[in-house]
C-alpha cells in the first residue's frame, strides 16, 4: 500500500534555508568571484583565472604564516588536551563541590574574545602590568611587544587559560557518563589508579575528546581577536597567524584578489582537516557499536 508522504515539514525549514543562503553560501560566492576575478575599482572586473591561487601558493608570506599557524594550533592542543583531562579527572563528581568547579571553569568561556585579548595586554606590559611588572622586578627579562619568544609564550599562556575549560568540561562530561560498575570492577580487582585511567576512563571518554579536539583545533586554527588585541602580529611578524595575515592582505593592502584565493584555501585547509575528524570519529563509533 502506496503510504501518502507530507512536505508540508520543508517549510518549516525554508526559512532557514534562506538564513543560510544569505549569511553563507552568498557571501562565499562572492569570495569565489573575487578569487578568478581582478579590478581596477568602478566594478570594472578582468578575468584571472587561477593566477591569484598561483600566486598564493607560490608566496612565502603565506606559507610562514601557515607554519606559524600550525605550530601555535600543535602546541595549544598538546597543553590543553592533557591538562583538560587532568583537570576533569581530579574535579569532583557530585556534591557541592562539583557544581563549585563547574561554575568556577565556565567562568573564562564567558568574556569575550577582544576582552581577553585586552586583559591580557595590560596584565603583561612591564609598566602597569601585574605579570609583566612583577617579572622586571625579579629579574626575568620579559617584554612580549619586543621579545618574539615572550609575545608566544603570553599567546599561548593567554589561550590556554581562556580555552582549557573547554577540554576539561567535556573530558568531564564523558566521565560522568561512566557506570559505577566499572569503578567497582576495578576495585575489586585491585586496579591501580593508572589502570583504571587507561583501561576505563580514556576508552570512555574517546568520543568527547575528539570533539574537544576538533573544537579547538578549528578555534585555534582561526584565532584572530585575541592575537591581534594582545600583540597585532608582532614584534615584526613573530605572531601574525594566518587570520591576521589575512584581514591584513584584504583590508590593509586592499589585495582582493589574493585575499579572496587565500581565505579559499585557508577555508578548505580547515574543512579537509574536520572531515578527518569527523571520518574517524564516526569509525570509532561504529566499532563501539559492534
Request: proline content about 4%.
Amino acid at each position: 500500500m502506496n503510504k501518502t508522504v507530507n512536505q508540508k515539514a520543508w517549510f518549516l525549514v525554508l526559512p532557514v534555508l534562506v538564513l543560510v543562503a544569505f549569511s553563507a553560501v552568498i557571501p562565499l560566492m562572492t569570495v569565489v568571484n573575487y578569487s578568478v576575478q581582478d579590478t581596477f575599482g568602478n566594478n570594472v572586473f578582468f578575468w584571472e583565472g587561477l593566477g591569484w591561487f598561483e600566486e598564493m601558493l607560490a608566496s612565502e608570506r603565506m606559507w610562514s604564516a601557515f607554519r606559524r599557524q600550525l605550530m601555535f594550533s600543535g602546541i595549544i592542543l598538546v597543553i590543553q588536551v592533557p591538562l583538560g583531562i587532568f583537570i576533569a579527572l581530579n574535579m569532583p563528581k557530585k556534591g557541592f563541590w562539583a557544581s563549585f568547579c563547574l561554575v568556577l571553569m565556565a567562568l573564562p568561556l564567558l568574556i569575550p574574545w577582544n576582552v581577553v585579548g585586552t586583559i591580557w595586554q595590560i596584565f603583561g606590559r612591564v609598566d602597569i602590568g601585574l605579570l609583566g611588572y612583577t617579572l622586571d622586578k625579579i629579574g626575568i627579562s620579559y617584554n612580549y611587544t619586543q621579545d618574539p619568544v615572550a609575545a608566544w609564550i603570553t599567546l599561548i599562556v593567554m589561550d590556554v587559560w581562556h580555552w582549557t575549560s573547554l577540554v576539561a568540561l567535556l573530558a568531564y562530561a564523558g566521565r560522568q557518563s561512566i557506570p559505577d560498575a566499572f569503578y567497582q570492577a576495578a576495585k575489586i580487582d585491585q586496579a591501580s589508579r593508572w589502570a583504571v585511567f587507561w583501561y576505563i576512563e580514556l576508552p570512555k571518554m574517546t568520543g568527547v575528546l575528539l570533539i574537544a579536539i576538533l573544537l579547538r583545533f578549528m578555534d585555534s586554527f582561526m584565532i584572530y581577536t585575541e592575537p591581534f588585541v594582545l600583540t597585532g602580529g608582532g614584534p615584526g611578524n613573530s605572531t601574525t597567524l594566518l587570520s591576521i595575515d589575512l584581514v591584513k592582505m584584504a583590508l590593509g593592502q586592499f589585495d582582493l584578489g589574493p585575499a579572496a584565493a587565500f581565505s579559499l584555501m585557508y577555508f578548505l585547509t580547515i574543512l579537509a582537516i574536520c572531515w578527518v575528524f569527523y571520518t574517524v570519529m564516526t569509525t570509532l563509533d561504529k566499532r563501539d557499536g559492534v
